[in-house]
Structure formats: structure tokens, C-alpha cells
């Protein structure tokens, strides 16, 4: 077996680096529940100035807030209020400690899609009771860091989450232009309704127009008002004194309530009901962290600001599970209102918050008011926010990136719009880690030479990555039948990633064996060398230097693994 020494300055240096460990991983822990403080950074001081922007911005994301809300309640098949409930928790609780300013959370139509076939088979009890357990299991995931996997999404399936998106963002609002009341509730949601014809659709498309001109020629004007709110205010004022008959807030519901109160899920406690809203849990839990963590990203480079992505998900975790003891659906991020709050000026936590409080003081005071607001102003803010938020350099992208890149863009756009963000995202990364393995796979080869240390060896100088896909093309490196006696592999611009290698390594050492010959492995770096080890391939009688300053040939002990067999 091999003998490792470790020096006693070794030993020193070591423990020397590993004395904090406990008082880090406090301050970590500790950092990572607090709350932030509420002013921004350095870069961004709360002047006055920053204040009214902050809370104007907050203003537009609420006004835009309300027919959302509304909606994707409507498509969950529970009362608006519950609807607007999450909307005021979960965006209040996140904007107070979630991992990035600027991003807004709410009930969203990506979770109310699944909830829509609980809340008919079972009632809404057990969907505020799915709600909490969500809530639980997100908290877990941001405790356990992670969020931190969010780094494997690779920057093609970005681009098709931002498409796809952004194209059900303009599907979404395609149902303002129905005639109010004629939407029918079915076990997949609202479906159905009569639409808009003659002079009222004429003016829903002028009144969407002008709102969106507003908001193109507002920022040339003046940024003292962010520009959605401009369009938003202009176009209600105009429809409100001409008295124009079009669609307006009040026609999809009152949003006239109270403050949300305590209410535990009327379930049993049993074995029975936890089966029926794990599976239902799970899957909201996973959609929600990861749309809002992707959205985190998003928010993060149009920003320019660092953000925590564990810490996105305890928030999620918190809200989620304190919306569901108040009645409320439940949510995760809002890249559309993300996008409204970012582009009109909201970087701090003051404006998300502020967004939480103006909906709540809506409910409370401010329904008969609200629900004058033409629905035409608020879908032409969405339009703006769709234009703003596709990425339209994605077709000049599509002809310059590889064709596997191309392909999962456009694969994840479209899964996106016909299924939902989640099964896009997992489908993406499969696609793109089969095409990078592939690609893997393909550049293992071998230079040969004489040995310049070991009389009639052979040397292979192994190049590329050895791991499951290159696990075949490996072993026809090798020439067992005339190579001599003696063979060395030298793996110094390769590694030995998993056990398909490891499988591999012992399979070609038995073939050598068999043969009456022999092969040693050269060069194995530091992580090669404790997979190895670890695995009991290793047999070296003397201490050895894994960086290299000491060149040590490993003998390979055979049936480990079986390999002998092959």
C-alpha cells in the first residue's frame, strides 16, 4: 500500500489555517440570516433624490402588481384576495431580506399553473397547506447553500429563460383584451372568453399604444417621474375625464380587503394529506427558487450588483411559509416587475418594499381608485417591459455560437412558453452537459515515446479529460499485444475524474496483467492521486510527491473494481 508522510511544518501550517474554521462558519451563518440593512451601498447613497426615485419606482411596480396578481389568482381558481395577499407577503419579506436588491416577488403565473389542479381536487386548505411545506423546503435549500448550483446554468439556457419569458409575459396579457366576465374556471385554469371587437378593441389598442409611446418619450423628457408611472397616470387621467368604456381594474375584481390574518391550514395532520401535497411541494418549491434565482442573475448584470443566491432562497423559504399561514398562494420572483422596477430607476430594498406596502394600502384604502386604472395602460407597461426584457441580439447570437448553443436557446424558449421554466431549465442543463461531455469525450488521445528513465518502456502521454464518456475511447489508446513489457501512462495533462475512469484504469492494468506485462501510471495530480487512493488502486512502496517535484511510477492493484473481467 502507498505511505503518505506529512512533515511537521506541514502539520503546523495546517492546523494553523484550519484554527477559524468554527468562527467563520458562525459569521457565515450569521450573515446569512440577518437582515440587510435597508440603505443601499456606497455607490448608491440615500440622498433625497434616491428616495423619491426608490419610491416612485415602488408606486409603478404596484400599480402593475394588481391585475397580475388578480389574474394568476383567477388562474389558480382562488379568490383574488388570496392572490393579493402573497403578492403584499411574499414581496415584503423578500424585499426585507432577500439576496438582491432591486427584485420584486409576488404570486406568479409559473406556480399558479400547478396549483390550479390542487386547489380543484382537494380545495384551497390544502393549498395554503402545500404552500407552507414549500416554504419549508426552500428554507432547507438555502440553509444546505444550494442556490449555489445555480452557477451550472449555463449562459445559452439563460438566454432561452429571458425569451421564453418574455414571451409568456406578452401571452399572459392577450387576456385583457377578452370581454370581462366571459372567462370560464376549468381544472387547467381560466380558459375560453369572448374577445374584444369593434370600437372597444379599437381603443384598448390605441390606449396600449399611447402608453407605450409614453413610456419611450417620457425618459426625454424628464426622469423625475419613472416612466411607466407616467404612462400609467396619463392614460388613466385621459380615460377617466373622457369616460371612455374600456376595460378597467374593477371589471376583473374587487381588490377591496382587509389585513391579511393568522390562519392555520384546515387539514388533517395525517400520513394521507402529507402524500398528497409533497408532490405538489416539491415541484413549486423547485419552480419558484429557480425562476427567482434566475431572475436573481438577471437583475445582478443589468445591476451590476452581487447578490446571494442561499440567501434568495431562505427568503423565498420564509415568505413562502409565512404567506401560507395568512392565506395567501404563495410566490417566488417577478422578472416582469423586476424589469419595471429596475429600468424605472429602483436599486435599493426600499422600492420592493415600498411596492409591499402601496399594494396592501390599496386593499385597504385605495380599491374604489385603483380599480378605475384602465387595464390598456398597465398591458402597454407589461408590452414595454417584454420588449425590454427579450433578448433580441439572440438571433444575431444564434449565427455566431456553436450549433448545440444555438439549439438549447431556442429548445428552452420554446419549452418555456409550452410547459413551464423549470422543465426548461432542467432540460437545457441536460442538453448542454451532454454536448459538453460529448465534446469531452472526443478529445482523449495519446502521444507515444521511449522511456528515457526505464530501458525498452513505452510511454502513452494521455491528453484530455478521462471520465464516463472518454471511459471507451481510453482503452483504445493502448497496443497491449506489441507493446513491450513495460508500459507507463502518463497522465500529466489528464485527470481521472469518476469511476467509469477508475473502471477503466483497473480494466486496461488487468489486460496488461494477463498479457504477462505490466503498467505503471506517471504524473497523477493531487486529486487524481486521492481518487486512486482512495479507490485501492495504488500500490507504491515509498512516499510520494503528488506536485510533481518528485516523479514516482504507481503500480495498479487489479479486481478493485472488477476490471478484470473486461
Known amino acids: 500500500m502507498l505511505r503518505c508522510s506529512i512533515s511537521p511544518a506541514t502539520r503546523t501550517k495546517n492546523l494553523r489555517e484550519n484554527r477559524p474554521v468554527t468562527r467563520d462558519l458562525k459569521a457565515a451563518v450569521a450573515s446569512r440570516l440577518a437582515i440587510p440593512h435597508l440603505r443601499p451601498d456606497p455607490q448608491e447613497p440615500l440622498t433625497p433624490a434616491r428616495l423619491r426615485i426608490e419610491l416612485l419606482s415602488g408606486l409603478t411596480v404596484a400599480l402593475a402588481l394588481v391585475p397580475e396578481a388578480v389574474a394568476f389568482a383567477f388562474v389558480a381558481g382562488v379568490h383574488p384576495l388570496v392572490g393579493l395577499y402573497a403578492a403584499f407577503l411574499v414581496g415584503l419579506i423578500t424585499a426585507l431580506i432577500g ?86 374556471q376549468t381544472d387547467h385554469g381560466m380558459s375560453g372568453g369572448e374577445w374584444l371587437s369593434g370600437m372597444p378593441l379599437y381603443t384598448m389598442l390605441g390606449l396600449v399604444a399611447l402608453t407605450m409611446a409614453l413610456i419611450w418619450v417620457m425618459p426625454r423628457i424628464t426622469r423625475l417621474i419613472p416612466a411607466p408611472l407616467a404612462g400609467i397616470a396619463i392614460v388613466a387621467g385621459l380615460v377617466i375625464a373622457l369616460g371612455l368604456d374600456v376595460p378597467r381594474v374593477g371589471d376583473l375584481a374587487s381588490i377591496q380587503g382587509g ?25 413549486l418549491a423547485a419552480i419558484g427558487l429557480i425562476e427567482s434565482l434566475l431572475t436573481l442573475n438577471l437583475v445582478g448584470e443589468m445591476t451590476g450588483k452581487r447578490g446571494g443566491a442561499s440567501q434568495e432562497c431562505i427568503a423565498q423559504g420564509v415568505a413562502n411559509t409565512v404567506t401560507g399561514f395568512f392565506g395567501g398562494m404563495g410566490g417566488c420572483a417577478m422578472i416582469g416587475q423586476s424589469m419595471i422596477n429596475v429600468k424605472s430607476g429602483g436599486r435599493t430594498r426600499i422600492a420592493a418594499i415600498a411596492a409591499a406596502l402601496f399594494l396592501l394600502v390599496f386593499i385597504l384604502f385605495a380599491a374604489p381608485l385603483i380599480e378605475q386604472i384602465p387595464l390598456a395602460a398597465l398591458v402597454g407597461v407589461m408590452f414595454m417591459v417584454v420588449i425590454g426584457t427579450f433578448a433580441w441580439n439572440s438571433f444575431t447570437i444564434l449565427r455566431k455560437v456553436p450549433l448545440t448553443d444555438a439549439l438549447v436557446i431556442v429548445l428552452v424558449t420554446i419549452v418555456t412558453v409550452q410547459y413551464d421554466l423549470a422543465i426548461a431549465v432542467v432540460v437545457g442543463v441536460i442538453v448542454s452537459a451532454l454536448a459538453y461531455a460529448w465534446n469531452n469525450a472526443t478529445r482523449i488521445h495519446a502521444h507515444t515515446r521511449d522511456s528515457v528513465t526505464e530501458t525498452g518502456a513505452k510511454v502513452y502521454e494521455i491528453q484530455g479529460p478521462l471520465f464516463f464518456g472518454s471511459a471507451a475511447g481510453f482503452a483504445e489508446l493502448f497496443d497491449i499485444e506489441n507493446d513491450p513489457d513495460a508500459v507507463i501512462a502518463d497522465f500529466a495533462r489528464s485527470r481521472v475524474v469518476d469511476q467509469s475512469a477508475l473502471q477503466a484504469i483497473e480494466a486496461i492494468a488487468a489486460k496488461y496483467e494477463a498479457a504477462g506485462k505490466r503498467i505503471k501510471l506517471r504524473h497523477l495530480s493531487p486529486d487524481c492521486h486521492r481518487l486512486l487512493k482512495k479507490a485501492g488502486h495504488l500500490v507504491v512502496d515509498s512516499d510520494d510527491d503528488p506536485d510533481y517535484q518528485l516523479a514516482v511510477d504507481y503500480g495498479v492493484r487489479t479486481g478493485v473494481l472488477g476490471g478484470a473481467e473486461g
Open 259 to 283: 389585513l391579511p390574518s393568522l390562519h392555520i391550514p384546515m387539514v388533517p395532520f395525517t400520513l394521507e394529506t402529507l402524500e398528497i401535497i409533497l408532490p405538489y411541494a416539491v415541484i
Open 99 to 184: 439576496g438582491r436588491p432591486g427584485m420584486i416577488s409576488g404570486a406568479t403565473g409559473a406556480l399558479a399553473v400547478v396549483m390550479v389542479s390542487l386547489v380543484a381536487q382537494h380545495g384551497i386548505e390544502y393549498l395554503f397547506a402545500t404552500v407552507v411545506l414549500m416554504g419549508i423546503l426552500q428554507i432547507t435549500a438555502g440553509v444546505l447553500r444550494w442556490g449555489k448550483f445555480i452557477r451550472l446554468v449555463p449562459h445559452p439556457v439563460m438566454l432561452g429563460f429571458v425569451n421564453g419569458l418574455a414571451i409568456v409575459i406578452f401571452l399572459a396579457q392577450l387576456g385583457q383584451f377578452k370581454v370581462p366576465g366571459t372567462m370560464v
